[in-house]
């Protein structure tokens, strides 16, 4: 089982573009939570995701922000319109079910210049 | 609200020392707490969980609940264990919360 993968690895964008940032989970899981965490801080919760299906956005902007778990294929953190508070590295975990392990990914750095 | 205090940024111990790593934390309910470790240039990893009550690579952890505390601790650091700590709490929902983490440095 190769792990939760996250790519790109590192993401450099301009003020103003778009971040889309993948996550493909473990091996049949099928639950998603993605994680921020902004330089000397802990990680924070943003989304949790099932198939198809968001289960909790609490921790999601309220703009700019959106993610997805299609039936087939990765899940997406997409940022609209990047700004410099943007820059922080986002993580991707995984689990089989709901309050299991949650296994992460290595993250991918985002950086707005 | 649920909150998870680190309250040491870094930790600094000499190899053969006992280590331990403070976590304090605030929720109304029953909590499930975690350990999870980062070595360099590596993911995060699940460390130990208290409800598993298990030592994981010489570490333990109790869950104090009077003191809302939930310390890691080893009677000897090893150089190996130099890496990120942090504490999380999973409180009603699936999320979790992190603490800030401890940087754990263990000399030779």
């Known amino acids: 089982n190769a792990g939760v993968m996250q790519n790109p690895r590192h993401l450099v964008r301009r003020r103003g573009q778009e971040a889309r940032l993948r996550c493909s989970p473990m091996?049949?899981?099928?639950?998603v939570y993605w994680y921020r965490q902004l330089p000397e801080e802990g990680l924070k919760f943003m989304v949790y995701l099932q198939k198809e299906n968001i289960i909790d956005e609490s921790g999601m902007p309220k703009e700019r922000f959106s993610a997805e778990f299609p039936k087939e294929g990765p899940s997406i953190l997409r940022i609209q319109q990047v700004v410099r508070g943007d820059s922080a590295a986002y993580f991707c975990a995984s689990s089989l079910d709901r309050r299991e392990t949650q296994y992460f990914g290595p993250g991918t750095r985002l950086l707005v210049l | 609200a649920q909150r998870v205090t680190q309250p040491e940024k870094l930790l600094s111990v000499f190899k053969g020392a006992p280590v331990e790593l403070k976590c304090n934390y605030s929720y109304s309910g029953s909590p499930e707490l975690f350990w999870y470790v980062q070595y360099s240039r590596q993911r995060l990893q699940l460390l130990l969980r208290?409800?598993s009550r298990e030592s994981i690579k010489g570490f333990t952890a109790d869950l104090n609940k009077g003191e809302t505390s939930f310390h890691l601790k080893k009677p000897f650091a090893q150089e190996e264990d130099s890496a990120m700590y942090y504490c999380a709490l999973r409180g009603g929902s699936e999320k979790l919360v992190f603490g800030k983490g401890t940087k754990l440095t263990v000399n030779p």
């Open positions: 208290h409800i």
């Open positions: 091996k049949g899981h099928s639950h």
